[in-house]
């Protein structure tokens, strides 16, 4: 069984980059049939979709987040991982990293989120 | 319009059944699959329904979804107080290139 385990720190000052990493255990990323995606919750609010990463290394980002978003892969290590810079008080959020399916664009698993705050 | 909505909150009685909409457009519900997700408080979401009316095997089949046009509803009988939860829908949008999700919605048994 696939799972997914987020690490990095929950604390990141204003205007610093956010580094979130995702471990994938219990089977390999390099899957063909899956893509690996980035999700945030701000507290009290819907979902917002960050981006996602193929195994071969293409994104897709969301494009209200495109200018700020990086998201790479290592399948040596099987871990994907999220860079956002210039962090401000709206990014602080619960992050999720989970699989989606490609083309039906469904999501499962997902990790249990981590929660990153903004704050000088 | 590239937003997917749902009602804030829902309610019914241990027992009964309840459905929770999701409204989307031709870009997004109209050409592409719908998924569904409980959040039960304090954990992450899990994947409730996929391609629109499936269930993955560990749903109970209480649980059920349709589509028609741009919008989607998912249903749930036999209420039971462990239900109570957020739950959100989500497709892709093809106008956006992004998945969107609905505002969730507040399930209470009362």
């Known amino acids: 069984q696939v799972h997914l385990q987020e690490s990095g720190p929950g604390l990141v000052k204003p205007s610093q980059t956010l580094s979130l990493t995702c471990t994938v255990s219990?089977?390999?990323?390099?899957?063909?049939?899956?893509?690996w995606s980035w999700i945030r919750q701000p507290a009290g609010k819907r979902l917002e979709w960050i981006g996602r990463?193929?195994?071969?290394?293409?994104?897709n980002y969301n494009p209200s987040l495109k200018s700020r978003v990086t998201i790479s892969v290592d399948t040596s290590k099987n871990q994907f991982s999220l860079k956002l810079n210039s962090m401000t008080a709206a990014d602080t959020a619960v992050y999720y990293c989970?699989?989606?399916?490609?083309?039906?664009?469904?999501?499962?698993?997902w990790g249990q989120g981590t929660q990153v705050t903004v704050s000088s | 319009q590239s937003v997917l909505t749902q009602p804030p909150s829902v309610s019914a009685a241990p027992g009964q059944k309840v459905t929770i909409s999701c409204s989307g457009s031709?870009?997004?519900?109209?050409?592409?699959?719908v998924s569904w997700y409980q959040q039960l408080p304090g954990t992450a979401p899990k994947l409730l329904i996929y391609?629109?009316?499936k269930r993955p095997s560990e749903t109970p089949d209480r649980f059920s979804a349709s589509k028609s046009g741009t919008s989607a509803t998912l249903g749930i009988t036999g209420l039971q107080t462990g239900d109570e939860a957020d739950y959100f829908c989500?497709?892709?949008?093809?106008?956006?290139?992004?998945?969107?999700f609905g505002g969730g919605t507040k399930l209470t048994v009362l």
């Open positions: 031709y870009s997004n519900i109209g050409n592409n699959y």
């Open positions: 391609d629109n009316n």
């Open positions: 990463i193929y195994p071969s290394g293409y994104t």
């Open positions: 219990g089977g390999s990323i390099s899957s063909d049939s899956y893509y």
């Open positions: 989970a699989r989606g399916v490609l083309i039906i664009n469904w999501f499962d698993p």
């Open positions: 989500a497709a892709w949008d093809s106008s956006l290139s992004a998945v969107l």
